[in-house]
């Protein structure tokens, strides 16, 4: 028989279990997709860094020619409190290009698909018909969008044309705050691989269990569960 | 700011698809349970599976319409999008309901399009029907559940990830049926002498009534626990859609009325029986339009 020790011994490991999936940090996230071994090109967001300039959305928004008001990237400023003070930060928003996307499967044509080179999740613009199921599926508000140029779905694919030569993503070479850090995490010498390993990043939404690539360094357990989103009110604005 | 990717033409599309499956399924009950050798049945059978067919097609259209680039090539005379469509007939993709639906009401379309035929073609045996009778059946549960479960399959939303939402659009989609029927039965001037039609509506329309105060209640509770406002509140545009449309319009006053003619034992009269039907049809649009938007909260 339990006596009363071992069953509220049993009700906290299994409370830590729940809570351990719940909230999981970006470790175990990291983790699964290094047992893979392949080649899977991450972002790391260093919140410390981030001024809110949005040289980042100015610089997507000319190499990707999406219009003014058409962001594959956002910074929104918001705030999060700890203890009784509250603080405002910057934080920047995109696809998260996750390892198990809830958007592809769902595609009817499979004009959104995950390449199996680099894990880069990406919408065939030739495919889609816009009908918009994937923006419907991703739990990341906002980061799809339908782009008035083509009228079909668009989103951040880390900049495929660029990065496809070696070259980084826009944001990243346009950065002020050096925040944004663009890698192959299954490198181990490459610069995301090495502060991946010494920072405790976290990724938005783990409970949604999609195993995002964009890694956020500065983010709060209660922040980095929070439904941020694109369209989110933003606290000032410059 | 939330931004509302599926509205009015997606509405439509789950509303057609629910209104023509339940005509459907009625029209294929009536060849199956032999009540088709009554002449004015064998009627209500015919005209209702045609409607069926007919509201079947308008609804695909409807999400036909809804397809940005189908609009993209409209405003743009861009040819080659505004056919993109047939994309969606050129791939089988089993992990998305959006899929498995294209070739669900395709399917559904010839074989509903074939139960027509067959009245047309061996008019004086009805026995033909049946095997397409029990198909369209089939295929019209089908439909009437697919409509749920193609928002359904997004798991991570609050509203549309809610399990009885299944049962709701189901016996919703029956009552649309039931009131397509009611309006066929009017125009073709066949009484309902036994209340016998009154009475099964009112039994589907208190299922479902009980239904969707289960939903609403979920939906409050899930609200409240995930820190947000009730997302069906009556103060928002989803919550008053659900509460005016979906539930006065289209479930109360329904029942009363089929409740007045049953206690008052006299037959509804023709104009009350077409308020009836339309009364219940509004409020099946409304309980699709509703629950779309308060799916899109983030």
Sequence with gaps: MLDRRRALRFLAGGAIATTSVMFMPAGSAIAAVRQQGKKRLAMVIDLSRCNGCKACVVSCGMENGTKPDEHRTQVIQTSAEIGDKQFAFNLPIMCNNCEDPSCVSVCPTGATFKREEDGIVVVDSTLCIGCNYCIQACPYGGVRFTNSTTGTVDKCNFCIQRTSRGLLPACVETCTGGARIFGDINDVNSEISKLLSQSNPMVLQASKQTSPNVFYIGLTQEESNTAFSIHSPQLWQR | ?298
């Design chain 2, 1 to 298: 700011m939330h931004e509302v990717h599926w509205g009015l033409l997606v509405a439509a599309y789950l509303f057609l698809a629910g209104a023509g499956a339940g005509a459907l399924f009625i029209s294929g009950c009536l060849v199956l349970s032999n009540k088709v050798q009554v002449p004015h049945h064998l009627n209500t059978a015919k005209i209702s599976a045609i409607v069926g067919t007919l509201l079947l097609m308008l609804g695909t259209g409807m999400i036909v319409f809804d397809l940005t680039t189908f609009q993209y090539g409209i405003a743009n005379v861009d040819v080659v999008k505004f056919f993109r469509f047939y994309r969606l007939f050129m791939t089988i993709e089993p992990s998305s309901m959006m899929s498995i639906g294209t070739w669900l009401l395709t399917l559904a379309i010839i074989f509903s399009s074939l139960f027509c035929l067959s009245f047309r073609a061996k008019a004086d045996q009805p026995g033909y029907s049946r095997p397409f009778a029990a198909i369209n059946v089939i295929f019209a549960v089908c439909i009437a559940s697919y409509t749920a479960l193609l928002i359904g399959d997004i798991n991570h939303n609050l509203v549309w990830s809610n399990s009885i939402l299944v049962v709701i659009f189901l016996l919703s989609a029956l009552s649309c049926g039931a009131a397509v029927v009611l309006i066929i039965k009017t125009r073709l001037k066949i009484v309902d002498v036994n209340h016998t039609f009154a009475k099964s509506d009112s039994a589907l329309l208190a299922l479902e009534v009980l239904t969707v105060c289960v939903f609403a209640y979920s939906i409050y509770s899930i609200s409240i626990f995930n820190g947000m406002d009730n997302l069906l509140s009556f103060s928002s545009t989803a919550g008053a859609i659900w509460w005016i449309g979906a539930i006065l319009i289209g479930l109360i006053m329904p029942l009363l009325l089929n409740f007045t003619s049953i206690i008052s034992k006299t037959s509804v009269s023709h104009s009350k029986e077409y308020l009836l039907a339309v009364l219940i049809l509004m409020g099946a649009f409304c309980l699709r339009y509703s629950v779309l938007l308060a799916g899109q909260y983030y």
